[in-house]
């Protein structure tokens, strides 16, 4: 017979006591109770009545205390064999108690992160790892931007990176903790293949808030500003002085670059050229050398000499205006108000129906001089409006009054080439020409005039004529009723 402590080393499972050998030991009891049964139903067969009593009495005490010792040696057996179960099973329950108990603390096997098994590791220290694996490499990089002659870097840092390290932490320490004791026991040890595996994945994400002023510093600090071309004349000749280009950074493409590289922790490649853009003068040398001549030109003149004062401030102001193409000019704007700290003397002018003295008297000339000029180029006005009452110096109907701040000269060059405005006194006389594109006017040559409807109204019309003078067309632009002076 075996002793107790033999048996625990014969039935061991990893040292320990097995549960099938156990059944063993109990199917060894059970044969020798139905061999006891067996004896006792032989004894039993043996024929009792009254006539046999005295055969009874025969049998010697020896084969009573057989009998009784071998029904006591049968529950002693049974006994032993059921504690060794107890005490077996209780060192069982303890193991397993043990063994779970000693994981109680940290992650469970089956456990992987991005792939990778996690051994056993406390929820403290998982979380240092996982920062120490993929947060920290991440923190420490930075990306290099090259933008024209100047670097600029970008600090993985400043982006706030970031793992769900905490929530994936949690999530691998408690896998598998909310089964039973001997659930765990086969999680923990794998025994009869019941481990379950799961493969958790960290999630990165980061703040983009520092990109945008950045890239903003950089957009000012490459920012050229482009130089327009410039015209004048000299001699009656164009002179054009080219533009420069200017250079702008692509601040959307330098973004995009950034956060495509901000949102893979894994980028290895870390330097990014900033685009540089070119940036094109409003004005250009060659849309400027486009003004090739004089499209049209009007002349007036006047004998008084505050006047003829006046007019040659306004002159000097009003000339050099460039126009491009859809552009709208302004006369007000251009030449401004006419006021004494700008030269300007008293003159008559004509105000709430009355010629009474104002600063700039004259002005008007200048006005309406252009106006002619503009006709004749066939440059309609957008905003336009005659004296209060007849002037002396133009056909009545072909005047343009203005007044700073209340009355305007406006058109928009409808050419697909620059207008440049030349305005100059020559003595009594006052010149305005109109440069441009002469191809323009497709050898054509427009002519305003006006018919009388009597001294205080008349009509306006602006003929074409072709190159061999011919009247091609004939066109009303406007009818004009004065006040009497």
Not at 131 to 145: G, M, T
Not at 179 to 189: A, D, E, H, P, R
Not at 219 to 227: H, K, L
Request: hydrophobic fraction near 35%.
């Amino acid at each position: 017979m075996h002793t107790m402590n033999d048996m625990e080393k014969e039935n061991s499972i990893y040292g320990k006591t097995s549960i099938f050998n156990r059944l063993d030991a109990i199917e060894s009891i059970e044969d020798i109770d139905e061999n006891f049964d067996g004896e006792i139903s032989n004894m039993e067969l043996i024929d009792i009545d009254v006539n046999n009593l005295s055969k009874l009495r025969g049998l010697s005490e020896k084969d009573g205390d057989k009998i009784i010792k071998k029904k006591k040696w049968k529950y002693i057996i049974i006994s032993g064999i059921v504690g060794i179960i107890i005490i077996s099973s209780l060192g069982v329950y303890y193991y397993v108690y043990k063994t779970v108990d000693d994981w109680r603390n940290s992650v469970y096997p089956g456990v992987s992160i991005n792939g990778k098994e996690i051994p056993k590791i406390s929820k403290g220290d998982l979380q240092s790892v996982l920062k120490e694996e993929y947060l920290n490499p991440v923190a420490a990089k930075s990306i290099n931007i090259k933008a024209g002659n100047k670097n600029y870097i970008l600090n993985f840092s400043d982006l706030n990176p970031q793992y769900d390290i905490d929530e994936v932490t949690n999530e691998a320490y408690n896998y598998k903790k909310d089964g039973n004791l001997f659930n765990k026991y086969f999680q923990i040890t794998n025994m009869f293949s019941k481990e379950e595996k799961t493969d958790l994945s960290l999630t990165y994400s980061f703040n983009d808030s520092a990109i945008k002023p950045l890239v903003d510093k950089i957009a000012s600090e490459a920012f050229i500003e482009p130089v327009d071309a410039e015209f004048r004349m000299e001699n009656g000749t164009p002179i054009v002085t080219d533009d420069v280009k200017g250079a702008e950074l692509n601040k959307d493409d330098l973004i995009n670059k950034l956060e495509e590289i901000a949102k893979d922790p894994n980028a290895k490649n870390l330097n990014v050229e900033a685009e540089i853009n070119p940036v094109t003068a409003k004005v250009t040398g060659d849309l400027l050398r486009r003004i090739n001549g004089v499209m049209a030109s009007f002349t007036t003149n006047d004998s008084n000499n505050v006047r003829l004062i006046n007019m040659g401030i306004a002159a000097t102001y009003l000339n050099g205006a460039l126009v491009l193409p859809g552009e709208t000019f302004s006369f007000n704007d251009r030449v401004g108000d006419s006021t004494p700290d700008r030269g300007y003397l008293q003159s008559y002018a004509y105000v709430n129906n009355q010629s009474v003295l104002d600063y700039g008297g004259g002005v008007c000339q200048l006005s309406t001089t252009l106006y002619g000029a503009m006709l004749r180029a066939n440059i309609m006005p957008t905003e336009r409006q005659p004296h209060m009452m007849p002037i002396w110096y133009v056909p009545i109907g072909l005047d343009a009054t203005v007044y700073y701040g209340v009355v305007d000269l406006k058109f928009v060059n409808t050419y697909d080439a620059p207008v440049y405005i030349e305005s100059y006194m020559n003595g009594q006389y006052l010149t305005v020409k109109i440069y441009g594109d002469t191809s323009l006017m497709n050898g054509l040559t427009f002519e305003p005039y006006s018919v009388a409807n009597g001294p205080l109204s008349a009509n306006v019309y602006l003929n074409t004529i072709d190159s061999a003078g011919n009247v091609i067309d004939t066109e009303y632009l406007h009818t004009d009723t004065y006040n009497a002076h």
